[in-house]
């Protein structure tokens, strides 16, 4: 190769080499400070895009996970709600059967009525309890209303019961799926009903007189005790209040008070109390299996979590063992093409050093 002065073309070449080499020593900077394998779009395009949607997925899955908690979150209060309600039905049944002891009085009867009317007027309480502005529980002629702003309450009408018995049924709709579609998931949440609950059936007013002859009252029967029999229900959560259902009947206030509480305990029967015992148990029954599913839909979407995570992490983080020998090795390159352009650019004075002699 001739020796000349104009050009250098073994200090360009060394000076193209150090700058690729202080390129790449800086991307290993960048990858372990940062941890990340990308951290430019240009590092790896397609595994961007990728790891990209994996992450807006994690997002929408751990958001879906807080609703499941907060569905499971609202079936607890339901439950306790439900166990307080089993609780006041069973001192109720049980003030029934002191009240039929053929050694009370009718003062003994009428202090047992009393205890029964502040339990109904708790069981009234029970049924407005809401979570979170949501109400627990439903009556037969709730409307299912759909907002934008909130779930719809959803209706099914006419279900029947293991005796034979027609109730309307309620729930929401909890969507369990990153998709937020129905059919890739979902779970009915229960809205209970607790008209049907409560339902009493068949009155025994066998005491209560119906009044509109004066002069010959007697027991409410026929169209009358049918009247007094429909919607029937303990706590007052029927559809419509008592006293403007037995307008017209001059003997109803014998049966309910002005609030639409029953008067008296003799007006239930032990068995209807057990009937209702078993309702209230079936319905928490209902609501622990819902609970139990809910934390199955947990779990899965935990395990998708973990899982999506790792699959988003062989994207994007760096290895560090790997790219700390790379940086190692970037550190010595760079250091001996600094050395050897210093090297490079002294080729030229040899040319010098001819002219000189």
Do not use: C
Not at 210 to 223: A, I, M, R, W
Request: hydrophobic share 35%.
């Amino acid at each position: 190769m001739p020796i000349v002065v104009n050009s250098n073309p073994t200090a360009t070449t060394a000076s193209f080499n150090l700058s690729q080499a202080n390129d790449a020593l800086r991307k290993s900077l960048a990858r372990l400070s940062s941890g990340n394998r990308i951290v430019n779009s240009s590092d790896d395009a397609g595994g961007l895009a990728v790891a990209y949607k994996l992450d807006s997925q994690l997002n929408r899955i751990e958001a879906v996970r807080q609703n499941v908690q907060n569905g499971m979150s609202y079936l607890q209060v339901q439950d306790g709600a439900l166990g307080i309600v089993g609780e006041i039905v069973d001192r109720m049944s049980e003030l029934r059967a002191m009240a039929q002891d053929v050694t009370k009085n009718e003062g003994d009867v009428e202090n047992y009525s009393k205890e029964f009317i502040e339990l109904q007027r708790q069981l009234g309480e029970v049924y407005r309890e809401k979570f979170n502005g949501v109400s627990l529980f439903a009556r037969s002629d709730a409307a299912p209303v759909a907002t934008p702003k909130r779930p719809p309450l959803n209706k099914q009408s006419d279900v029947t019961d293991d005796q034979g018995k027609t109730f309307n049924k309620f729930s929401r709709t909890l969507y369990t799926h990153e998709s937020g579609d129905e059919a890739d998931g979902s779970v009915s949440i229960g809205v209970i009903n607790l008209q049907y609950v409560l339902a009493l059936g068949k009155l025994d007013t066998t005491y209560a007189k119906d009044k509109t002859d004066p002069e010959n009252p007697q027991p409410f029967s026929g169209t009358y005790g049918s009247k007094l029999n429909e919607s029937a229900n303990l706590g007052n959560v029927g559809a419509t209040n008592k006293s403007s259902q037995m307008k017209g009947l001059d003997g109803w206030s014998d049966v309910f008070n002005s609030e639409g509480y029953l008067n008296s305990i003799l007006y239930v029967s032990v068995g209807t109390f057990t009937d209702i015992i078993e309702r209230v148990a079936d319905v928490r029954a209902e609501n622990g299996a819902e609970q139990n599913r809910l934390q199955k839909v947990e779990d899965l979407l935990t395990t998708n979590m973990v899982n999506l995570e790792a699959a988003h992490g062989r994207i994007m983080d760096a290895d560090i063992a790997l790219e700390s020998t790379r940086m190692a090795r970037h550190n010595v390159l760079v250091q001996s093409s600094a050395a050897m352009v210093a090297q490079a650019n002294q080729l030229s004075n040899i040319a010098l050093t001819i002219l000189n002699g």
